[in-house]
């Protein structure tokens, strides 16, 4: 049994909190939030994020960070992408030499064009860093529907570790030391999530839903493999398996806002009305950054940005993609001269 911290209370770090719990773990979570935590306390619930899920007494709550990470085992940090970086830096005082920081968000840091993992070293150089991702939606672990994932990590006895606290009969961790392909495929899926949900919006059927998986697989392979992933993680679960999850479900929050922008509504009105942050939308112009660094053609996720930040009507966006010059599916694939 470990003692483990999850940092971050939503509905992501509640479900992994239960994952931890129930295999005999003792956990305690974290929020900054005052009322947040006085309220997992009264009901050992989450009311707002994941109502419905009893949390067992192995899991306890405080708004105290460094209770939350000193004499911790392992650290998941679960906070939303964009806090990742503040949240890091807080934490660094508290961290000891060597201890384990898992991160489970997804995402690119915009200004910076960093993932996440980077961004944790960086604010915690004194930490062993790694990931855990995968297509899977809090609502649906936290009621124990069987799932897989991925902990990545450079070391194998690391990636090791962290498959060792999470899995179970009905959560499956398989390990990986593709960090880099890990964290693209699991930021850029949110970005193609939303130009899903658009399609979706305008009342577009399966046929461009299959295109946008089929060819948003293609544009997060071509950047990933341009920054040293490699193929068989962008095409394994945190890559085409996370897309497809992202883009068919109504569980993720960027194909509902997707929908709402497709149905007119603004970018600010989608977000607001999800009442849950949308990382699709912080991933978005981190990834066109990206593109440009390393020269990849991204272009569903260009639109997606034009939609997003300069006010292009999504239907406009749609029919450019369609009426692009020709081109043949595969470059790389060789002709024979007949």
Request: glycine letters at 10%; a neutral charge.
């Amino acid at each position: 049994m470990a003692k483990l911290g999850v940092i971050g209370a939503g509905s992501w770090g509640t479900a992994l909190a239960l994952v931890l719990a129930n295999n005999g773990h003792k956990v305690r979570m974290w929020s900054a939030v005052e009322a947040e935590v006085a309220m997992l306390k009264a009901h050992q619930e989450h009311l707002e994020k994941l109502p419905g899920i009893k949390l067992p007494p192995a899991v306890s709550f405080t708004a105290d960070l460094e209770e939350a990470i000193r004499g911790m085992e392992a650290l998941v940090l679960a906070v939303p992408s964009m806090y990742t970086r503040s949240t890091a830096a807080r934490m660094a005082q508290y961290v000891a030499d060597g201890q384990l920081v898992v991160s489970v968000a997804k995402g690119i840091e915009e200004h910076t064009l960093m993932t996440l993992s980077q961004i944790i070293k960086q604010e915690i150089p004194q930490c062993v860093e790694a990931v855990l991702s995968g297509p899977s939606h809090a609502e649906e672990v936290g009621r124990g529907m069987p799932s897989a994932l991925v902990a990545g990590a450079a070391g194998k006895k690391t990636a090791e570790r962290v498959q060792y606290y999470f899995m179970n009969q009905v959560f499956r961790v398989y390990t990986s030391p593709d960090v880099v392909g890990m964290e693209i495929g699991a930021a850029l899926k949110n970005v193609i999530a939303l130009a899903a949900g658009m399609a979706d919006g305008l009342g577009y059927g399966d046929n461009t839903k299959a295109a946008l998986i089929t060819r948003g697989i293609n544009e997060i392979s071509r950047l990933g493999l341009a920054m040293g992933a490699k193929y068989e993680t962008l095409s394994g679960l945190t890559g085409i398996g996370d897309l497809i999850v992202t883009c068919a479900s109504m569980h993720s929050r960027n194909r509902r806002a997707g929908i709402l922008m497709g149905q007119g509504y603004t970018m600010q009105q989608a977000m607001d009305e999800v009442k849950m942050v949308v990382e699709g939308v912080y991933s978005a112009k981190a990834a066109v950054g990206l593109a440009h660094k390393y020269k990849v053609d991204l272009p569903i996720i260009e639109q997606v940005n034009a939609a997003l930040f300069a006010d292009k009507p999504v239907k406009d966006a749609v029919y450019e993609l369609m009426t692009r010059d020709k081109k043949a599916e595969n470059e790389e694939l060789d002709w024979k001269e007949i």
